[in-house]
């Protein structure tokens, strides 16, 4: 597994696979890996030859700078677990490389899926976001990369941004994985203590919640969010960002929920930020205990 910390050492290395004729499927995470990202990587092994995953932990995309120092960084277990998965790369640039001094050019998306849910809750996030991954794909050139549905505004806008820009890479969604008891895997799930995981666990019940009355008929959106906003904020240290549903595509708030729609939410369990989401009507969540 070759291990690339410069900018021109990656693409060398993607432009020599790809003059031999060989798909690249790149995979852009933050570290900390968990079984989540290591289905991101054999979706990506199923669509190329060659799998690139990078490792860096984006300044530009955290508004509060606690929550950047908070992140945990675990490089060498990673490294680990991806030799292990038959990763051909990693990218593991510096913040020097990828935002030199004077650094000033930033891509934006606008519209519907930037004014509501995590790009009002964290201001600046999904610009950060779309900057570092349109520089990751003209860097490593990949002919596809993998993102997960749990980030599912985050998937629209990377989409949108790279219909938008033309960027000649095919973006592949897989589904979110849930650990045992329900809970979405996260890298900050590292920092829940057994306490605050059992606080969490309201998070995939109460949209569960929601979906069960969805399903027996309730369409008021706010009638279905107040499920989920009552199952929440009955437990303490469980402070609730936002509870949302929104339509696809389109990603308006509509006044009635229907099978085209999701409840999305965002939770601090004792400061730790979780987010998760439902497709109503979809499959259902099982949920150990909540």
């Known amino acids: ?36 990202h290591l289905s ?25 700078p606690e ?16 030799e292990k998965e038959g990763v051909d790369a990693v990218f593991l640039p510096t913040t020097s490389e990828m935002y030199p001094n004077g650094y000033c050019t930033f891509v ?3 519209g519907p899926l930037t004014d509501k ?7 600046g996030h999904f610009r950060g976001v779309a900057t570092v991954v349109t520089k990751l794909f003209t860097i490593v050139e990949p002919d596809s990369a993998v993102f997960g ?20 890479v095919e973006v592949l969604v897989s589904p979110t994985l849930r650990d045992p008891d329900g809970l979405a895997m996260s890298s900050r799930n590292r920092r829940l203590n057994p306490e605050m995981r059992a606080k969490a666990l309201s998070l ?3 949209l569960e919640q929601a979906n069960r009355a969805f399903k027996q008929g309730e369409r008021t959106a706010v009638k279905l969010e107040e499920l989920l906003y009552n199952e929440l904020l009955v437990h303490p240290g469980v402070d609730v960002d936002y509870a949302t549903i929104v339509e ?13 729609c999701i409840l999305a939410a965002a939770v601090f369990v004792d400061g730790v930020r979780l987010i998760d989401h439902i497709h109503l009507g979809g499959q259902s969540l099982t949920v150990a205990q909540a």
């Open 1 to 36: 597994m070759d291990q690339l910390t410069s900018i021109a050492s990656q693409r060398a290395w993607s432009r020599a696979r790809r003059a031999a004729g060989e798909r690249i499927s790149f995979v852009p995470t933050m570290g900390a890996l968990h079984e989540g």
């Open 40 to 64: 991101l990587v054999r979706r990506a092994r199923q669509d190329a030859k060659r799998v690139v995953v990078s490792i860096y932990v984006n300044p530009t995309q955290f508004d509060n």
């Open 149 to 168: 549905q749990k980030d599912l505004q985050q998937v629209l806008i990377i989409s949108r941004m790279t219909g938008d820009l033309a960027l000649p």
């Open 204 to 206: 995939p019940f109460g």
């Open 108 to 110: 934006e998306v606008v």
């Open 67 to 82: 929550d950047l120092s908070a992140y945990p960084v675990t490089l060498a277990a990673d490294l680990a677990l991806l």
């Open 248 to 260: 696809l595509p389109g990603f308006n708030e509509p006044e009635f929920a229907n099978d085209q």
């Open 117 to 123: 849910m995590c790009a009002i809750a964290r201001p």
